[in-house]
């Protein structure tokens, strides 16, 4: 049987991004990330959407001459569904809807947070074997999910408030450091010194996480030393960057393998857009010298980006997941 060609529509946020699957192999991934907001420090949801109007079409035709296929050889369009922002994702769903209904073909909704656990499944040959423990941590969202198989997924512990990379974004704000800040602070750490600050460690019950305190707390701390020394961000930048990065990815890990360790789950997995994070994955990477089992996805596949929907996609239709044309965006979507 021929594999099948699978479609991956995304757009939660703010990059448009459509996606080509083959079987396992992925025959191209079309990103558009609209710069527009930086000046805004944040993303603003309906400047977003107006933005994937204008791209998606344009997108998509770009997608399918990378791919080199024709619309008629397609099997199946996946989409995000949620979680994310609403008028984000009712283009992206209402344009697949048309898609599945023009070509008469399934039509597959996709958990946008089950799509980057499951981008560790790029590779066949070297997917997470089931059970796992997945990290997955992005700019609005930080869970640890226990994964049973393609439609079994528990959350078994969140941030209470801040995301990790709303952290790393509200923080390099207070450094003055563009947006997204998470990319700036990871390269001015690599040259600072990590143990330079000593900021206290978050810590909530259970498997769950809590940023907003450090954010705080560094808040007090930069305006205590710039009334002291009005250039002391500028002077002690690398410093900063490195003491704050080593608290979050510290804060993450020590929770995670906690639940590894509790629950005991040797297969972890990496995912989000904080798994671009350097310290993070080396960190995480290193752990194969204790007997785990780890996965991270490619840097092109922590992002947002269609193929991980597309991935998605491909495992729900071997499986025979579709959806109906009833089937509705929803910003809150739960894994």
Known sequence: MKDPIIVGIESSCDDTSVAVLQGNKILSNVINSQKIHQKYG?????????AHL????????????????????VNAIAFTQGPGLMGSLLVGSSFAKSLSQALSIPLIGVN?????IFANFYDEKNSPDFPFLCLTVSGGHTQIV??????????????????????FDKIGKMLGLPYPAGPWIDQHSKTGNKNRFDFTKPKMEAYNFSFSGLKTAVKYFLEKKCDENPNFIQENLNDLCASIQKIIVETLLENFLKASKNLNIK??????????????????LSLEKEN????IPPIELTTDNAAMIAIVGRLKYENALFSDLSVTANPRLKL
Not at 270 to 282: Q, T, Y
Not at 292 to 295: L, Q, R, V
């Open 42 to 50: 944040g993303v603003v949801p309906e400047l977003a959407s107006r």
């Open 54 to 73: 204008r791209n998606i079409i344009p997108v998509f035709t770009v997608a399918l001459q990378e791919a080199n296929i024709s619309l008629k050889n």
């Open 112 to 116: 946008h947070m089950q799509a980057h």
């Open 146 to 167: 226990k994964i049973e198989s393609i439609d079994s997924l528990e959350v078994i512990g969140e941030t209470k408030d801040d995301a990790a990379g709303e952290a």
């Open 267 to 284: 297969n972890l997995v990496l995912a989000g857009g904080v798994s671009a994070n350097s310290l993070l994955r080396n960190k995480f």
């Open 292 to 295: 785990y089992s780890i996965h």
